[in-house]
C-alpha cells in the first residue's frame, strides 16, 4: 500500500483529548499498511491568541516576525500528536515546514509553494515512523527566513506534500462528513456529495464552502491529487474530489450545490468617465494594494453622461484599505463618488451539468424573486451562477435555491458545518 | 563600541507591557552605539502550560517531541520582542536556535554546545538590526533535530554567544539587581555584591543561588566573558562576574555569601558490605541513570559487622528514579535497607578567602549549633562549607550563619530574590 497523507484542522486538534483521538485514527491508518504522513494546523484557537499577543505589543506587527510568531501554533500541536503517537507504542516524528522541505517565496503571510524536498519525511516513513508536518508554514528560498502561506495554508501545505511524495490520496479532516449540497446550518436537509469533480470544488470553494480551500484544489488540480474531505469525528466516507471522469455520471447531479459567503462587501465607483484605460487604472491600484477582487460589473454608460459606475466585491478585511487606494487615486480617476457596502453576501448556484441545461438561470433568479429577494449583481462562470444580495437574506436566498432545484434529501444529516480553520 | 550580549528571563517578559520595557531598554543601548544581541527565555509561565499538555497527552513525552514542544516558548517571546522593537523604529529580527547557529549534541532536554557558528547574527548587527535569539535551544550536528539545552539553557545561549562575537559583556537580567550575601526574602539585611569571581559564584549557583545557572558561569570562565547580572526593572549596577584579579581585594570580603538550596534529598544506603567495589557498584547505576549527585558521605564501618552505610543527596526531583535504580540493585549489592528522605536542605557558605582564614568551619558549626540546628551531612572545597539540615530549619541556618560573619548591613534592600526562569 502506498502513502496516505492526512491534514487535521485545529477544530480536530484544539485540546489533548482532541489529539488522543486522532493519534488514535491515524496509528490505525498505519496499521492497515499505510505510510502515513500528516499535517496539522495549529490547536483550536491557537492563532487568534497568538494574534491578540502581537496586537497588544504593537498595531502593526513587523510581518517576518507575525510569520516567525504564528508558526509557534503548528510546532505546538505537530509535537503534542506526535507524543500521543509515540504513547500509542508508533514512532513519530515532527517537523517543522522548513524541516520537511517546504520552500515558499518571501511574501510573508501569504507565501507561495516553490518547492517541496521531502527528504527527511521521505526517510522517516522508510524507518517505520510516522512523519507529522507543521502545516501552514515554509521556508524562504533565498533569506532562509521563516514564512507562513496564508488562508489555507495548511491544506495546501497537506496536498503539495501528497503530491512530492505521490501519495495516493490527500485525506483532509475537519468537523463534518464532507461537502453538502448547502450549509445544513441552514439547510437542515441538505444532501451529502460522494463524489465532485475538482473544477465544482474549486467554484465551491472560491464561493464560500469553507470546506476546503481554493488554493489546495488548485494545486489538486495542477497535479491530480485525489483529496478525500472527511470527518475525524467518524469513519463514514466523507466526499472525494477526483478528475472529472472519476465522478460517476449516473450519480452526477445536474447541479452540485448552493455555496454561500458571509465575507463579501461591495464598492462601487459612480460615476467614472466612461474612457479608454480608466477601469485598469482603478484595478491596477487595487492590486498593488495586494487586494484580491471577486465579482466586477460594469453598467452600459448613459451616453448623455459619458459616466459609467463600476461595482466589485473584495473580501470585506481589504475594504478599508481599498478605500484608501480609491480615495488617493481621485486626482487621477476623476470620478464623482464611491459608495461602500459591507452588509452584502453572494450565493452561487454551481453545477458542471448546468452548461448544457437551458433555464437553469431563469428558474434560481426566479426563486429569489419568489422569496422576495433583490438582486445586486450577477456573475455567471460556464459552471456557476452568482448572485449578490443583501446580507441579511443570505439564509433565504440559499434555502429558496436549493428548494427550487430539488437538492434535498428526506434524512436530515446531523452535522455541524464550519470552517476549517487554517 | 562593541557588542553587548543582554538576556532576559520569563519573568522580564511575561506579559506585553513586560516586553514593550525590556524593547524599550534594548532600544536604549542600541542608541548608546553599542551592537545588541538579545537572548530571550520563553514568556512567564509558558514553559509549564506546555509541559502540562504534554503531561496531558502522555505520561512520559518522547523527549525529541518534548523539546520540538517547548522551543514554541521563545519562539513567541523573540518574535514578539522583535514587533515591539520594530515598532520602536529600530529594525530587528529574531532567530531560532538554529538559524542562530547554536549547535549541539543529539542528548534532547539536555543537549550541550558544541560549537556556535553565528554568521547570521554577524549580518543582522552588520546591516544595523537588533538581533533577537531564542534562548534555550539548539540543533543537534548530525541529526538536525530541534534540542534544548535544560536548566540555565538560556543563560548558556547567551553566554555561548558572547563568546563566539566577542562580546564586550553579558547581561544577565533577572527580576533582582544582582546578587547578595543571602537570600533577601529570608536575610531582608543581606548585603549586595558589586563583583564576584567566576569560582566563587560557580560555588553560589551550584549550592542554590538561583540567580545564575552552573553551566553558564562555568562557560562564562572558560571563555573569560565578563557577566553583569541585573534587574530588567532599574538601573542600577547589578553584580559583575569576572577574574579574581579584577575583584577588588580592598573589597572582597573573606566570605562572600551564604547560599541555600530547598530542592535537595538525601538517601542513605544501610548495612552495605564494607568490600572494594560497592560503593562503585552504586554510583555506577546511578550514573547510567543519569542522576546527578551532589554530596557524598560513608561513615567509617563498624568492624564488628564488616557494614557501612552510605550517604548521598541529589535533586528533589530526581528521587523517585534513584530509588528505583537502588531497589533494581538490591540482589548485587547485599544491604540491608534504604533510607529516603527529601525533607532535607543544603546550606552553604561560600568565599575565596576562607581558605587562607583558619576558624571558618567552627564559627560555622557554633552559629548552627547556637540556633539549635542539627547538622545531617558536612561536605567542603576549598571555597565553601556546605552542611545538610532538615527543610525547617534553612531559614534559621542561613540567618544564623550570615549573623555570624557579619556580612548584613544596615539598609534593608527591597528586592524580591527570584529564580531567573531557565
Same mark, same amino acid.
Given at each position: 500500500?502506498?502513502?496516505?497523507?492526512?491534514?487535521?484542522?485545529?477544530?480536530?486538534?484544539?485540546?489533548?483529548?482532541?489529539?488522543?483521538? !486522532?493519534?488514535?485514527?491515524?496509528?490505525?491508518?498505519?496499521?492497515?499498511?499505510?505510510?502515513?504522513?500528516?499535517?496539522?494546523?495549529?490547536?483550536?484557537?491557537?492563532?487568534?491568541?497568538? #494574534?491578540? #499577543?502581537?496586537?497588544?505589543?504593537?498595531?502593526? +506587527?513587523?510581518?517576518?516576525?507575525?510569520?516567525?510568531?504564528?508558526?509557534?501554533?503548528?510546532?505546538?500541536?505537530?509535537?503534542?500528536?506526535?507524543?500521543?503517537?509515540?504513547?500509542?507504542?508508533?514512532?513519530?516524528?515532527?517537523?517543522?515546514?522548513?524541516?520537511?522541505?517546504?520552500?515558499?517565496?518571501?511574501?510573508?503571510?501569504?507565501?507561495?509553494?516553490?518547492?517541496?524536498?521531502?527528504?527527511?519525511?521521505?526517510?522517516?516513513?522508510?524507518?517505520?515512523?510516522?512523519?507529522?508536518?507543521?502545516?501552514?508554514?515554509? !521556508?524562504?528560498?533565498?533569506?532562509?527566513?521563516?514564512?507562513?502561506?496564508?488562508?489555507?495554508?495548511?491544506?495546501?501545505?497537506?496536498?503539495?506534500?501528497?503530491?512530492?511524495?505521490?501519495?495516493?490520496?490527500?485525506?483532509?479532516?475537519?468537523?463534518?462528513?464532507?461537502?453538502?449540497?448547502?450549509?445544513?446550518?441552514?439547510?437542515?436537509?441538505?444532501?451529502?456529495?460522494?463524489?465532485?469533480?475538482?473544477?465544482?470544488?474549486?467554484?465551491?470553494?472560491?464561493?464560500?464552502?469553507?470546506?476546503?480551500?481554493?488554493?489546495?484544489?488548485?494545486?489538486?488540480?495542477?497535479?491530480?491529487?485525489?483529496?478525500?474531505?472527511?470527518?475525524?469525528?467518524?469513519?463514514?466516507?466523507?466526499?472525494?474530489?477526483?478528475? +472529472?471522469?472519476?465522478?460517476?455520471?449516473?450519480?452526477?447531479?445536474?447541479?452540485?450545490?448552493?455555496?454561500?459567503?458571509?465575507?463579501?462587501?461591495?464598492?462601487?465607483?459612480?460615476?467614472?468617465?466612461?474612457?479608454? &484605460?480608466?477601469?485598469?487604472?482603478?484595478?491596477?491600484?487595487?492590486?498593488?494594494?495586494?487586494?484580491?477582487?471577486?465579482?466586477?460589473?460594469?453598467?452600459?454608460?448613459?451616453?448623455?453622461?459619458?459616466?459609467?459606475?463600476?461595482?466589485?466585491?473584495?473580501?470585506?478585511?481589504?475594504?478599508?484599505?481599498?478605500?484608501?487606494?480609491?480615495?488617493?487615486?481621485?486626482?487621477?480617476?476623476?470620478?464623482?463618488?464611491?459608495?461602500?457596502?459591507?452588509?452584502?453576501?453572494?450565493?452561487? #448556484?454551481?453545477?458542471? &451539468?448546468?452548461?448544457?441545461?437551458?433555464?437553469?438561470?431563469?428558474?434560481?433568479?426566479?426563486? #429569489?424573486?419568489?422569496?422576495?429577494?433583490?438582486?445586486?449583481?450577477?456573475?455567471?462562470?460556464?459552471?456557476?451562477?452568482?448572485?449578490?444580495?443583501?446580507?441579511?437574506?443570505?439564509?433565504?436566498?440559499?434555502?429558496?435555491?436549493?428548494?427550487?432545484?430539488?437538492?434535498?434529501?428526506?434524512?436530515?444529516?446531523?452535522?455541524?458545518? &464550519?470552517?476549517?480553520?487554517?
Amino acid at each position: 500500500m502506498g502513502i496516505v497523507v492526512q491534514k487535521y484542522g485545529g477544530s480536530s486538534v484544539a485540546d489533548a483529548q482532541g489529539i488522543k483521538r !486522532v493519534a488514535k485514527r491515524i496509528v490505525a491508518t498505519k496499521k492497515e499498511g499505510h505510510d502515513v504522513v500528516v499535517v496539522v494546523s495549529a490547536m483550536g484557537d491557537t492563532t487568534d491568541e497568538l #494574534l491578540d #499577543l502581537a496586537n497588544q505589543v504593537s498595531p502593526l +506587527p513587523a510581518a517576518r516576525e507575525l510569520d516567525m510568531l504564528l508558526t509557534a501554533g503548528e510546532r505546538i500541536s505537530m509535537a503534542v500528536l506526535a507524543m500521543a503517537i509515540t504513547d500509542l507504542g508508533q514512532e513519530a516524528r515532527s517537523f517543522t515546514g522548513s524541516q520537511a522541505g517546504v520552500i515558499t517565496d518571501a511574501e510573508h503571510g501569504r507565501a507561495k509553494i516553490i518547492d517541496v524536498t521531502p527528504g527527511r519525511i521521505v526517510q522517516a516513513i522508510a524507518d517505520g515512523a510516522v512523519a507529522i508536518v507543521a502545516g501552514f508554514q515554509g !521556508v524562504s528560498q533565498e533569506s532562509k527566513d521563516i514564512t507562513t502561506l496564508g488562508r489555507g495554508g495548511s491544506d495546501t501545505t497537506a496536498v503539495a506534500l501528497a503530491t512530492a511524495l505521490g501519495a495516493e490520496v490527500c485525506e483532509i479532516y475537519s468537523d463534518v462528513d464532507g461537502i453538502f449540497t448547502a450549509d445544513p446550518r441552514i439547510v437542515p436537509n441538505a444532501t451529502h456529495i460522494p463524489r465532485l469533480s475538482y473544477a465544482e470544488t474549486l467554484e465551491m470553494a472560491a464561493n464560500g464552502a469553507k470546506i476546503l480551500h481554493l488554493r489546495c484544489v488548485e494545486y489538486a488540480r495542477r497535479y491530480n491529487v485525489p483529496i478525500h474531505v472527511r470527518s475525524s469525528f467518524s469513519n463514514k466516507e466523507g466526499t472525494w474530489v477526483v478528475n +472529472p471522469e472519476e465522478v460517476n455520471s449516473m450519480e452526477a447531479a445536474i447541479i452540485s450545490g448552493v455555496a454561500h459567503d458571509r465575507s463579501e462587501a461591495k464598492i462601487t465607483v459612480v460615476g467614472v468617465p466612461d474612457k479608454i &484605460g480608466e477601469a485598469a487604472k482603478i484595478f491596477t491600484a487595487i492590486a498593488e494594494a495586494k487586494i484580491d477582487v471577486d465579482m466586477i460589473v460594469q453598467n452600459v454608460s448613459a451616453a448623455a453622461t459619458a459616466l459609467t459606475d463600476i461595482s466589485f466585491t473584495l473580501s470585506q478585511t481589504d475594504g478599508a484599505a481599498a478605500v484608501r487606494v480609491l480615495t488617493d487615486l481621485k486626482d487621477t480617476v476623476a470620478y464623482e463618488q464611491l459608495i461602500f457596502n459591507d452588509a452584502v453576501g453572494k450565493v452561487s #448556484l454551481i453545477g458542471a &451539468g448546468m452548461r448544457n441545461s437551458p433555464g437553469i438561470s431563469a428558474r434560481f433568479f426566479q426563486a #429569489l424573486a419568489d422569496a422576495g429577494i433583490n438582486i445586486d449583481m450577477i456573475s455567471t462562470s460556464e459552471i456557476r451562477i452568482s448572485v449578490v444580495v443583501a446580507e441579511s437574506q443570505i439564509d433565504d436566498a440559499v434555502r429558496a435555491t436549493h428548494a427550487a432545484f430539488d437538492l434535498g434529501t428526506d434524512e436530515v444529516e446531523a452535522v455541524v458545518y &464550519g470552517g476549517t480553520g487554517r
